[in-house]
């Protein structure tokens, strides 16, 4: 059974508190920015959205080479919830593919916090920066099959409900307490203690990479692909801390969030009306972008920098 967990607390990244598809590439429950009690937006650097649009189910976000953004994930909801960012097919946390049974970030009830970039220590981010395929973070790393997909798992707590009040009597004229105590609601339910859970998923957790993760496939030889992926961009300052969690349902979230993103002349290759001229061209970079997935679900760090990285 999955126990508590070490999930990431934003603190200095903003924590607000609010009171039909293409050719062979169907949406799917992970192609859109909001469901339910739960959204995201893609933000430049000053916190403005980005130009997004709606087109057969999908969203799509519209990016500029150089550009540096934010992904800003809103609970609409009155629980606590994890939610595990992916960029391009890898996790923003470790950096390796992205899996939803990895840890997240806790956003708070009726709020909201802003994942600005690839985590590399608890203090600083590298910086999600808008580039060219062939220099964004998942290319350098081996495998850019999904490049130009977002996506956010969401999670709720499980509920613990306080325990119940312990009744006794009042003492007898003698001076005698009452020993018939209700010892039934004193003793501890059933079930090891959050701290023992939290100890026991601490214990388990695997130590190197997986069999799953180190035979990830390499990309297929090709020419240099259009459009957009994200870098690994500068050290940002973006402190974090470690906090338990426990989900209300481990292996199934209970929601999947996505979005698409690209350059002008992508998006408008797809048929989006960027500029108000309705325009088609379909070419395979098209396809590729619009089947690739934000989770490869592989089992369960902090993201590598690529080659030549300087902080």
């Avoid at 070490?6 to 920015?33: H, I, K, N, Q, Y």
């Avoid at 306080?162 to 018939?180: I, L, N, S």
């Avoid at 998923?201 to 180190?214: D, K, L």
């Avoid at 679900?297 to 080659?307: R, T």
Wanted: aromatic fraction near 8%.
């Amino acid at each position: 059974m999955f126990a508590s967990r070490l999930t990431f607390a934003v603190l200095a990244a903003t924590v607000a508190v609010a009171c039909a598809g293409t050719r062979s590439a169907e949406a799917w429950p992970g192609d859109r920015a909001s469901a339910g009690s739960y959204s995201f937006d893609v933000v430049d650097a000053g916190g403005s959205p980005l130009r997004t649009f709606g087109h057969n189910g999908r969203t799509y976000v519209l990016g500029a080479e150089g550009q540096r953004y934010k992904i800003v994930v809103r609970n609409h909801s009155g629980r606590r919830v994890e939610a595990v960012v992916s960029v391009d097919g890898r996790d923003a946390i470790d950096g390796k593919p992205a899996n939803w049974s990895k840890p997240g970030y806790i956003v708070p009830p009726y709020g909201a916090v802003t994942i600005d970039g690839f985590r590399v220590s608890l203090r600083d981010v590298a910086a999600f920066r808008f580039a060219s395929v062939a220099d964004s973070y998942a290319a350098q790393m081996g495998n850019d099959r999904n490049v130009g997909v977002v996506g956010v798992a969401v999670f709720t707590e499980r509920h613990v409900p306080p325990p119940r009040p312990v009744m006794r009597r009042e003492y007898d004229r003698g001076g005698h307490g009452d020993d018939r105590e209700a010892k039934a609601d004193s003793a501890p339910r059933s079930g090891p203690s959050a701290k023992a859970e939290a100890g026991k998923a601490a214990g388990a957790a695997p130590t190197g990479r997986s069999a799953a993760e180190s035979s990830e496939p390499a990309p297929r030889d090709r020419t240099e692909r259009p459009g957009l992926g994200t870098a690994f961009g500068e050290r940002t300052h973006s402190p974090v801390v470690q906090v338990d969690f426990v989900r209300a349902r481990p292996h199934s979230p209970d929601a999947v969030l996505g979005a698409r993103y690209n350059d002008r002349s992508g998006l408008i290759a797809l048929g989006i009306d960027v500029d108000g001229n309705r325009y088609r061209r379909y070419h395979y970079d098209a396809w590729q972008r619009e089947t690739a997935r934000p989770f490869a679900n592989l089992p369960p760090s902090f993201s590598a920098p690529p080659p030549g990285w300087e902080e």
